[in-house]
């Protein structure tokens, strides 16, 4: 069978290198199904090679996310021991996404395994491919084409981070490559119907009335050409939920007929929290974020700002005009 990535057997001498040492599996801040699906597939992956490895997060598992564990090892920072670790990066676009704490504490990356357009090779090995889906994508052809192990909680780790960061295979990053590779977790063990079940039907009753108050607030910019939404502190108190059932709310946003790009404000006591999802990659909304010293990809960024959110509205609104006059004008 041909080869998904000419880059899997340079992936795989690097794994060869990591045995004998202790490595830690670091994701992003608030983590998503790709980020912990992709922990998750490394970690698992590097045990079975033989090697000491633990993921860890600077920020909790998001509930919806914990099934996806099993029996892998995770830990937060407090709990790392003092071990010489190397350390291995997934769906992290640059250094600092992993967290203050955790960058100050191991400034040096052994490999990083990404899909962001805006990575910026922060690492010793960087096995960054813009072109893929996910991190979960990336993985998955590597660990199939050097026959790494991947068991029935890696192929639905992997499938849960391909799921996620397609949208449901329903952004423009979905391919034949992209079904290809969940028909293989399939037949590794990965249960679709089970995925779906514990991402899309376990809603808890304040997540549905922060999405309310997240509906409500919309307001329509340019010819309804873009919706911004915003999230308060407030309302997590009121409807006592967390900043992590929010996630995916920005989808709504961009979901509206006529909409181009869906805006997701989240205002944490003069703290912006920010996402941008565009339906077209033409709108390179990880330069849009770049603007605010965010990042990501083409069609989903984000950005974090301190700034009250009246202050910063009338600065979003026109850094958006400016951004789509050179969308209009010059293309990228």
Do not use: W
Request: charged residues 25%; negative net charge.
């Amino acid at each position: 069978m041909t080869n998904f990535l000419p880059e899997s057997a340079s992936f795989a001498k690097f794994i060869g290198t990591l045995k004998g040492s202790s490595v830690l599996v670091l994701g992003h801040r608030r983590p998503d199904g790709d980020c912990i699906g992709s922990q998750v597939a490394m970690t698992r992956m590097l045990r079975t090679q033989g090697i000491k490895a633990v993921a860890v997060n600077q920020d909790p598992v998001p509930r919806t996310l914990r099934k996806f564990l099993g029996d892998t090892p995770f830990s937060e920072p407090e709990g790392i021991g003092t071990d010489n670790y190397k350390i291995v990066t997934v769906d992290c676009a640059d250094h600092a996404r992993v967290g203050e704490e955790l960058k100050i504490r191991f400034p040096e990356v052994f490999l990083n395994v990404d899909h962001h357009v805006s990575n910026t090779q922060f690492a010793e090995h960087n096995f960054v491919l813009p072109d893929a889906s996910a991190t979960g994508e990336i993985l998955a052809k590597f660990f199939f084409d050097s026959e790494l192990g991947i068991d029935q909680i890696t192929a639905e780790a992997l499938y849960l981070g391909i799921c996620t960061d397609t949208g449901q295979f329903c952004y423009s990053g979905t391919n034949a490559a992209v079904f290809e590779v969940c028909r293989r977790l399939c037949l590794a063990g990965c249960n679709p119907s089970m995925v779906a079940h514990e991402l899309y039907e376990r809603e808890k009753p304040g997540r549905v009335q922060l999405l309310q108050k997240f509906l409500a607030s919309f307001k329509m910019e340019f010819n309804d050409r873009v919706c911004i939404g915003h999230v308060r502190e407030s309302f997590y108190r009121e409807t006592g939920t967390k900043p992590e059932d929010a996630e995916n709310f920005v989808d709504y946003a961009r979901s509206l007929e006529g909409v181009e790009i869906g805006v997701l404000v989240e205002d944490r006591c003069g703290k912006i929290k920010g996402s941008f999802r565009a339906k077209d990659k033409k709108y390179r909304v990880d330069l849009l974020a770049k603007k605010f010293e965010g990042g990501g990809h083409a069609c989903a960024a984000g950005f974090n700002v301190t700034i009250p959110l009246e202050e910063f509205y009338p600065d979003l609104v026109e850094e958006i005009g400016k951004h789509l006059e050179v969308v209009q004008k010059e293309g990228f």
